[in-house]
């Protein structure tokens, strides 16, 4: 059985669409154990006038919460009672396999770095995003590529950028039964000596030390066109991207409103296009996609949209039940370890 | 004949047993099932087999089921070492004779003269628990024996009701009959209610603190345990059945007994005391001597953790004395819903 924990009070629709998330898990996960971390009077109130399976759901009480806008240094210093600090302390404990969270996210991601060990063979932990792309992947003909790091490392060396590589094709492979993830460098041309010399350094170790499916740098462009299903860069230039193509994708919508406002001809345009642009917009939903992992520590941690409704949880929970499930973080030890075993045979 | 301590009323379609019929095939494959394919639900049989060989204690089994399949349900009861007092179903071929089909469907006109009948026709006992679920009008129609027994229903309201619940006449005066014959009392100490949908426990709060929503069978035990009438030893037999099934593990166990008590409908003082009851448990003796399943002790440190994880946070308060049920009106919405669900395609 999977015990995926999941911090009831961390989002902006806490804990309401939370624990409606996590109810619905209860009744479509048949193998999971939902423990909901927050204020067990709100939570109880709250779960009785759900559909769920009460046998499948546990509640741990947290007296305090880290609200959104605080800083998360000071924050879990100040409240000790947190709930993503119980909850995080719940799986460093063993109650917990994995842990699921739309709260503030440096709180979340510090809370866990702070509870939880390392994986052997990792010096630093990447969150991971994920982008639709033209170009669809796996058995599950995932139209979403895999970022990563987009924050959590601001500068990495060619040493994390190989972990990265290492630990996002696990991922990828496991979530999106993409058996052999393509897995490229982010870079400012294609070239191998183009880039910052950790990303040279980087693409030569990926070419001679890994059986990844390495296929070399890509530029921004090749992002969206899903060239690649595992894109690798540090934690500055991905957040930096993400951002980029998040405001990118709000000014169309923007730009197609305006239209709709403007002229009578593009109005009738967009109407003819509508029901591929709701294709679009299904396909492109981010809370069908649940959220973003946290790779590198001994469990699995996801790291749900701050604004995730009831759908965007409930597809959370089902990722970390998967990721544990498929045991995400074993797969990313060996990985490494055999990286570390290949390194030590070829050295003179 | 001796009066019973307690009476245990059973409904078996979607209460002891897995029962299908949504649809047109459901019924289909319902009706054409063996004894051995049917399914009862984890920790029900347990429960019932308890309840049939405790001394003073009588089970009586209410069903919509038609007389045709007594045959194959009392094999599927006697399969599953169950024994009962009484034994009733609809007689549907009847109705069909008669041009009734109003009455195929119809569930307060069939099971309310029943319960009614069952109560008139034997010594009656001080104390009744009655056993339904959430799929048909089984809180309607218990609450309403309830209140008929207790004397909280007059005669006319009765009538309303069932010309409400579209009774035929010689139905609607044979059960005003048995209403007014039957011994009355304040009796029904328990309703539960078994969550065969995952309906939302709160949909039930109108119906007062009697009635409990369970969504297995180790809440309704807990249930039970808490009300004197099952002992520690008793609700383990019901666990342990549920944790045999494969469909249970120790966790959602403990996770049921912390879930009613979050809904206010068990005691933190009872599962305490039903921890220390448990692991007072010697390990000698027929419960014990199974080695795949959990000590008594860390059967023990589960329940009491539970308790301990919500720090006693307040439960969600429940109407002590709620309104007096308006039936009429609880009658016509389970109608009107009932026409929906079919106009949907759900039986």
């Known amino acids: ?348 | 004949m001796t009066a019973p301590r307690h009476v245990f009323r059973w409904d078996l379609d979607k209460t002891y047993l897995r029962t299908e019929f949504d649809s047109l095939g459901d019924l289909i494959k319902s009706a054409i099932e063996t004894a051995a394919d049917k399914q009862a639900y984890p920790g029900a049989t347990a429960l019932l087999r308890t309840l049939s060989t405790t001394d003073g204690y009588k089970v009586c089994i209410v069903s919509g089921s038609p007389t045709q399949m007594r045959t194959v349900l009392a094999a599927k009861l006697a399969l599953d070492g169950v024994t009962y007092d009484e034994f009733v179903l609809k007689d549907n071929v009847r109705n069909i004779l008669r041009g009734r089909f109003r009455a195929l469907r119809a569930q307060i006109p069939y099971k309310l003269p029943a319960l009614l009948g069952s109560r008139g026709g034997s010594p009656p006992a001080p104390a009744e628990t009655l056993f339904g679920d959430d799929a048909e009008a089984d809180a309607i129609v218990y609450c309403l024996y309830a209140d008929l027994l207790a004397g909280r229903v007059d005669q006319d309201t009765l009538a309303r009701i069932l010309s409400s619940a579209r009774a035929y006449d010689d139905e609607a005066a044979r059960t005003l009959a048995l209403a007014r014959q039957a011994p009355k009392g304040d009796v029904v100490r328990r309703i539960v209610i078994h969550l065969d949908r995952r309906s939302p426990p709160l949909g039930f709060r109108q119906f007062g603190p009697r009635l409990v929503p369970v969504f297995n069978y180790f809440q309704a035990a807990l249930v039970l345990f808490a009300d004197g009438v099952l002992d520690a030893r008793q609700l383990l037999f019901v666990a342990f059945e549920m944790l045999d099934s494969g469909q249970y593990h120790l966790a959602t166990l403990a996770n049921s007994l912390q879930d009613l008590m979050r809904r206010n409908r068990l005691g933190s003082d009872t599962v305490l005391r039903l921890a220390d009851e448990v692991g007072a448990m010697t390990t000698g003796g027929l419960l014990s001597a199974r080695p795949d399943l959990p000590p008594f002790a860390t059967i023990a440190r589960a329940f009491t953790e539970r308790v301990r994880e919500l720090r006693g946070a307040a439960p969600v308060a429940w109407p002590t004395d709620p309104e007096p049920l308006d039936y009429v009106s609880l009658v016509d919405h389970e109608h009107d819903h009932r026409r929906a669900r079919r106009r949907r395609g759900h039986g």
Not at chain 1, 55 to 70: F, G, L, N, S
Not at chain 1, 262 to 278: H, P, Q, V, Y
């Open chain 1, 1 to 348: 059985m999977q015990r995926i924990v999941v911090d009831a009070m961390g989002g902006d629709h806490a804990p309401e669409e939370i624990v409606k998330g996590a109810a619905e898990a209860s009744l479509a996960l048949p193998d999971a154990e939902l423990i909901l971390v927050g204020d067990a009077e709100v939570i109880g109130a709250t779960l009785p006038r759900l559909r769920h399976d009460g046998a499948r759901v546990r509640v741990h009480h947290a007296a305090q919460v880290v609200e959104m806008d605080e800083k998360p240094g000071e924050a879990l210093a100040a409240k000790p009672d947190a709930s993503i600090l119980i909850a995080a302390g719940l799986v460093a404990a063993g109650e917990g396999d994995a842990l699921v969270s739309a709260g503030n996210t440096g709180a979340s991601v510090l809370a866990c770095a702070r509870a939880w060990k390392l994986i052997p063979g990792v010096r630093r932990a990447a969150l991971a995003s994920v982008y639709p792309t033209e170009l669809r992947r796996g058995e599950k003909n995932d139209p979403f590529s895999l970022i990563l790091d987009v924050g959590a490392t601001i500068d990495a060396s060619a040493e994390d950028l190989v972990t990265f590589a290492i630990m996002g094709a696990a991922y990828a492979s496991l979530v999106s039964r993409n058996r052999r993830p393509r897995v490229a460098l982010l870079s400012n041309g294609t070239e191998a000596g183009k880039g910052p010399a950790a990303v040279v350094e980087a693409h030569q170790l990926l070419l001679e030390a890994t059986q990844l499916n390495f296929i070399g740098n890509v530029e921004g462009l090749d992002i969206p066109r899903g060239v690649a299903d595992v894109i690798v860069c540090n934690g500055f230039v991905g957040n930096v991207v993400l951002k980029m193509l998040e405001g990118v994708s709000e000014t169309v919508v923007r730009l197609a409103r305006y239209a709709h406002k403007e002229k009578l001809t593009w109005r009738i345009g967009l109407m003819a296009l509508s029901s591929a642009l709701a294709q679009l917009k299904a396909v492109t939903d981010w809370q069908q996609y649940g959220g973003a992992p946290l790779l590198g520590l001994e469990h699995p941690f996801i790291k749900a949209h701050g604004r995730s409704t009831a759908p965007a949880i409930t597809n959370a929970i089902k990722v970390a039940a998967k990721a544990s499930a498929g045991d995400l973080c074993g797969h990313i030890g060996r990985g490494l370890a055999e990286l570390s075993a290949r390194r030590e045979g070829s050295a003179p």
